[in-house]
């Protein structure tokens, strides 16, 4: 299976700038999840080029940053000095083993990445340990219902291989659940999505991005209705859902 970093190493100033990934309506979503207070340290897991990390900084005390590919933390460095943002630490490390002590953080927060994660299990039992008792962490990933799951699954494997799989809402309940937390909101988020900007973010060749664009638009029955795919101005657009879950580590 191919590494993740191999997938992002050389996309990641694509990230800084993602139409998705840094819009402040996105972003805001996530801060409305985790209910920040400015004492808190927060982790974003899976940070990428850090755009969670920037919407978290001025609400917290300190957010650390994690992530696997070192060139998306050096582009993270880099906006973060553009920015003058001070109060952030930068680490590498894989979500299903988190280099840091039981209890450690006020918020937890992973975003756009758990779909990459080989086991859910365990980067969900790790979410648990390190998050304080009576806080709260927010996970945000692409979410879509079945069966359109089923046709985005050869959309996004083709697109990027280290792709896994990406859970419905409700087998992200379940799974979290069963690691102890208590869900408090949990939700599918819609939107209107770019298929070109999508292709964009991971610089697919015009060739696959046709290839791949053919896949959706040939979707049958529920499966198209749930993406009521359509052109306009000749750019393809369809539905994209983000599961948009809000889960408290109870008090021991």
Not at 71 to 96: Q, Y
Not at 121 to 132: G, P, Q, S, Y
Not at 198 to 212: P, Q, R, Y
Request: aromatic share 8%; glycine share 4%; with cysteine.
């Amino acid at each position: 299976m191919p590494d993740v970093r191999d997938s992002f190493s050389k996309v990641a100033a694509n990230y800084s700038k993602s139409t998705f990934h840094a819009s402040s309506v996105r972003l805001q979503e996530v801060v409305d999840l985790v209910r920040p207070k400015q004492g808190d340290l927060a982790l974003d897991v899976a940070t990428g080029t850090g755009n969670t990390a920037f919407a978290l900084a001025p609400r917290v005390r300190r957010v650390v940053g994690l992530d696997l590919t070192r060139e998306m933390l050096d582009e993270a460095r880099r906006v973060a000095a553009e920015r003058t943002i001070t109060n952030l630490d930068w680490v590498i490390g894989d979500a299903s083993h988190l280099p840091f002590q039981d209890d450690t953080f006020d918020i937890y927060v992973v975003r756009a990445a758990p779909h990459h994660f080989t086991d859910v299990e365990a980067f969900l039992t790790e979410a648990f340990r390190v998050l304080k008792p009576d806080r709260d962490a927010a996970f945000v990933d692409c979410a879509p219902p079945l069966p359109a799951r089923d046709v985005l699954h050869e959309v996004e494997l083709r697109r990027d291989p280290s792709h896994i799989l990406s859970l419905t809402v409700e087998e992200w309940v379940a799974k979290l659940e069963r690691a102890g937390f208590e869900v408090e909101t949990a939700q599918a988020r819609e939107l209107d999505w770019n298929y070109e900007d999508w292709m964009g973010n991971m610089s697919i060749g015009a060739e696959l991005s046709a290839e791949l664009a053919a896949v959706i638009e040939s979707a049958e029955g529920e499966a198209r209705e749930q993406l009521h795919p359509q052109r306009r101005d000749g750019k393809l657009f369809h539905a994209y859902w983000h599961a948009l879950i809000r889960a408290h580590k109870p008090s021991r």
